[in-house]
């Protein structure tokens, strides 16, 4: 957010800007909070933290019946947290005032993380649906909605080589969270472990540059107008 709020400083000077969070988890917020108290160079900017999930917001904002309007809303890297996209997404679109953007930021359908969704499922958590929510959803969605939108793909790369090192407590923390278990490597069936190994090092899901194997972390930025 800080990063954002310089840009539109330096391209809008002296614009006064309303900063309102929605983050549920207390480490995040104390953090933020913590980046604004040393930032002196904040001037015009003012800061609403609502330590409450998305679903919480909603339900106060409609509870109070004050509908705040904004120019920009961002959910980046957190619809895959919510259980009810479609009618997240709607909520927040109703929040944009005229001309306004919101911005949805999400794995993209040619991401590792796609290819390993669809086709090994069945080896990772049984959990909430939006948890697998690549783009594709979203635009379905969106189309759904009838939300004029635009889509713009962002290339990304995430070294992985250490999954494939026996004992390397980095890889491990790595395959924890490419698969959502803790102590993976620790714990799956030996036959497992192999299978989601191997499919890492597929084409469709990583690269090889200079011996290193690079799993494919393609985003997706999704804008959607007013």
């Known amino acids: 957010d800080l990063k954002m709020i310089r840009i539109l400083q330096a391209v809008h000077p002296g614009v006064s800007i309303d900063n309102e969070i929605v983050e549920p988890n207390p480490q995040h917020v104390a953090a933020y909070k913590e980046l604004v108290n040393q930032a002196p160079d904040l001037q015009n900017v003012s800061f609403i933290w609502h330590q409450l999930t ?3 917001y909603e339900q106060q904002v409609k509870e109070k019946g004050t509908h705040k309007k904004f120019d920009f809303i961002h959910m980046i890297q957190m619809l895959y947290r919510v259980e009810d996209i479609p009618n997240t997404i709607k909520f927040f679109h109703s929040c944009l005032d005229h001309h306004g953007k ?4 999400i794995l993209s359908d040619s991401s590792g993380w796609a290819r390993l969704w669809q086709r090994h499922r069945d080896c990772l958590p049984a959990t909430d649906s939006g948890h697998y929510i690549t783009c594709g959803g979203i635009t379905a969605a969106l189309r759904r909605l009838g939300l004029e939108h635009r889509v713009f793909e ?3 790369g995430w070294d992985i080589t ?4 026996e004992g390397d407590a980095a890889g491990g923390r790595m395959m924890d969270f490419l698969t959502g278990t803790k102590n993976f490597l620790g714990t799956a069936p030996a036959a497992l472990r192999r299978r989601l190994q191997e499919a890492l090092c597929q084409p469709e899901c990583s690269s090889t540059r200079e011996g290193r194997i690079i799993f494919s972390n393609n985003l997706s930025m999704i804008v959607v107008d007013s």
């Open 154 to 156: 962002f290339p990304s």
């Open 54 to 56: 998305s679903l919480e």
């Open 102 to 105: 919101l911005l949805i930021i």
């Open 162 to 165: 250490e999954c494939f090192s």
